[in-house]
């Protein structure tokens, strides 16, 4: 498709469980974004991957959060022992990405590109 | 850390005009955003600025001013399909300047 696609749309599951939830970005995108936004919040950010490796995982919340991106484009955000307050919609994001001065990476001054996102509810 | 600030939510009548306000802290600013949410429905862009002044595009005009911390988003001539959530985002170029902090968005009503 053209945009960037989620899946699942919507995940119910129990405390303790494990849940996968799936990013698939606009094709050509080398830049591939996941936040969680909890109602009435904005989106909070959890990773950023460039390519196949993770750039920047510093909102990930713990350990029990985890994703990757192994062939530089479908990423998979894998949630174990979830946890009530796990509860979110978990949205993704691609952009293309340009090379800047000094060979730095940057976001072009546009947008990211979201995804509809994966309501995660943990009961 | 960043901290973005907007207003919650306002109601205003189609036709009118309204402005969102956002203010925010960071150390090294690179860029702010707009972008426009339905309920339900993934964010999507409006616009950006890095230079302080105004950029129009169409209905939607954005305004920063990077000495002041302000940014505000003005909606001309509501319609109906404007209620959404407005979220501001910053850039950070010492966050690695490669991703976005979200304010909690403002939510505009539009009533006929």
């Known amino acids: 498709g053209a945009g960037v696609s989620q899946t699942p749309s919507n995940k119910v599951t129990e405390k303790g469980k494990y849940v996968e939830l799936r990013c698939d970005p606009i094709?050509?995108?080398?830049?591939l974004y996941w936040y969680r936004q909890s109602l009435g919040q904005g989106p909070e950010f959890l990773i950023y991957?460039?390519?196949?490796?993770?750039?920047?995982d510093s909102g990930l919340p713990n350990d029990r959060f985890f994703a990757v991106r192994p062939e530089g484009s479908v990423s998979t955000l894998k949630i174990q022992r979830t946890e009530r307050g796990d509860s979110a919609m978990y949205l993704c994001?691609?952009?293309?990405?340009?090379?800047?001065?000094?060979?730095?990476?940057?976001?072009?001054?546009?947008?990211?590109?979201f995804g509809e996102g994966s309501r995660l509810t943990v009961l | 850390g960043q901290n973005i600030d907007q207003p919650t939510e306002m109601t205003a009548t189609e036709g009118a005009i309204v402005q969102i306000n956002c203010t925010y802290q960071?150390?090294?600013?690179?860029?702010l955003f707009w972008y426009q949410q339905h309920a339900g429905e993934a964010p999507t862009f409006l616009s950006y600025?890095?230079?302080?002044g105004l950029e129009e595009k169409g209905r939607f005009s954005s305004f920063l001013s990077r000495s002041k911390g302000y940014s505000y988003l003005l909606l001309k001539e509501l319609q109906m399909k404007d209620s959404a959530s407005y979220l501001c985002?910053?850039?950070?170029?010492?966050?690695?300047?490669?991703?976005?902090?979200f304010g909690k968005g403002n939510q505009v009503v539009v009533i006929p």
């Open positions: 994001a691609s952009s293309p990405c340009i090379r800047g001065d000094r060979g730095s990476l940057n976001l072009q001054p546009g947008e990211l590109f």
């Open positions: 094709s050509g995108h080398t830049a």
């Open positions: 991957f460039q390519g196949t490796g993770a750039a920047d």
């Open positions: 960071t150390s090294g600013f690179n860029g």
């Open positions: 600025n890095v230079l302080d």
């Open positions: 985002a910053v850039r950070d170029h010492l966050y690695g300047n490669n991703r976005l902090a």
